[in-house]
């Protein structure tokens, strides 16, 4: 069993930035046996990736709507994975969740459909 549970949205201006965080309790597994990711979904919108990051490798991935201005990371001590959001938008208001799917293959979480989610921080974004 994994608990994902995320902290750290709010509301910010336009240009302002946040860091959101994701504590992994597994079990069975560290936060490095899993492939994990942020999404997010607005009102009235479909549910998107934002970032993925790859335990077997370390390689990370940014939609491009974020690239530049998002930076996903982990912190294998403290089984924690993160998303710096800077340079924010009102287009990045949303839910965002962090999910995570056990074993060294992205599949699932580049699918958009990870087996383990978080119950979501909200981000707001004024103009």
């Known amino acids: 069993q994994v608990q994902l549970v995320e902290s750290g949205g709010g509301s910010v201006q336009a240009g302002g930035s946040l860091r959101l965080s994701c504590a992994v309790s597994s079990s069975q597994n560290s936060a490095s046996n899993y492939c994990m990711g942020w999404f997010r979904q607005a009102p009235g919108k479909q549910r998107e990736g934002v970032a993925r990051f790859a335990p077997y490798d370390g390689s990370i991935w940014h939609a491009n709507s974020v690239k530049g201005r998002f930076t996903i990371s982990q912190d294998k001590a403290k089984n924690t994975l993160y998303l710096q959001m800077n340079s924010l938008k009102p287009e990045d208001t949303a839910m965002y969740y962090c999910?995570?799917?056990?074993?060294?293959?992205?599949?699932?979480?580049?699918?958009?459909?990870?087996?383990?989610w978080g119950q979501g921080t909200q981000v707001t974004v004024s103009s």
């Open positions: 999910a995570a799917a056990a074993g060294v293959s992205c599949e699932t979480v580049n699918r958009g459909r990870p087996p383990y």
